[in-house]
């Protein structure tokens, strides 16, 4: 790891390969250490190779998985970079990176409503760094698709009907999205805050999806790992503090005001996601 972080990564590889000699516990470990060095010094096929044997003996391993993500996505393979990043969530469904990571690559690929809910679903888990607001206005760019101000108060909204659904039919909430970023625009709701706006656009959308509860729609990945940890939120009350506490960093007008003048509502925030349930919930 030390010859990996100076950029010597012949010798990165030789010491990967003499530990995966051994076939010690670290077995695991050696394999990612010897692929993220590949990776590195340019030659992703073996890379690729060395994460795959990695991920033969330890299918489940976090960051092997992590790992062969990063480099499948670099190499434009992100149908499996989803799938390998879906296998970390399975065992650690609050691990930040793998999170922050699908969601991209869900508006990568054009997963409008996958990518919604997973950008919100990181910032339950990660809140008030650099990457949170990184994900903010991620959420703000996929609610924005389809609409163009053509004027001072005039708006144009494409509906797209021919988006990708090998993760789910979501087309009916994709839809609702696109009407909701259409609505922000009304006099209605202009006349509130931003922080206040966006958190009773996040307040319907989930709104939205408690609607659809009955439909194929609960049997995909994101609903079961994303949309149900929202509606949890909403059913027990925590949403608008979440909502209020998830953009904090973008420093929207009104989100201070209401931060400072509900501190038991964040504190009851702390406490669910804090609490075991869920396997969604933060630990």
């Known amino acids: ?3 990996h972080a100076v950029g010597d990564y012949t010798s990165c590889l030789s ?13 695991a470990r050696f394999f990612g250490i010897a692929g993220s060095c590949l990776s590195a010094d340019g030659k992703t096929k073996k890379a690729l190779r ?18 062969i993500a990063v480099t499948l996505a670099n190499t434009g393979e992100l149908d499996e970079a989803r799938s390998r990043l879906k296998t970390v969530l399975h065992q650690e469904p609050n691990h930040p990176t793998a999170n ?36 903010a206005l991620g959420f703000l760019e996929v609610l924005s698709i389809g609409l163009e101000q053509t004027g001072e108060k005039q708006f144009n909204l494409t509906l797209f009907t021919a988006e990708p659904m090998d993760e789910g039919d979501f087309g009916p909430l994709s839809t609702g999205l696109s009407l909701l970023a259409a609505v922000a625009t009304t006099e209605k709701y202009q006349v509130l805050q931003p922080a206040p706006r966006l958190s009773r656009i996040v307040d319907s959308l989930v709104d939205l999806a408690r609607e ?54 964040l504190a009851r925030l702390r406490e669910w996601l804090g609490s075991a349930p869920s396997e969604g919930r933060a630990k």
Do not use: C
Request: proline residues 5%; hydrophobic residues 40%.
């Open 100 to 135: 922050l990571y699908l969601a991209t690559l869900f508006q990568r690929g054009g997963y409008r409503v996958p990518a919604a809910f997973q950008y919100l679903r990181f910032l339950a888990v990660e809140a008030s760094t650099q990457r949170s607001a990184s994900a």
């Open 212 to 265: 659809r509860k009955e439909t194929e729609m609960r049997e995909t990945f994101v609903w079961k790992h994303a949309i149900d940890f929202l509606i949890e939120m909403k059913e027990d009350s925590v949403l608008e503090a979440f909502s209020y506490a998830a953009f904090s960093p973008l420093r929207l007008d009104g989100g201070r005001e209401w931060l400072d003048s509900h501190p038991e509502d």
């Open 15 to 27: 010491d990967a390969e003499a530990g995966l000699s051994l076939q010690s516990p670290l077995e």
């Open 50 to 67: 060395q994460f795959r044997r990695g991920i033969k003996r330890f299918p489940e391993d976090v960051p092997l998985n992590l790992n």
């Open 1 to 3: 790891m030390s010859y």
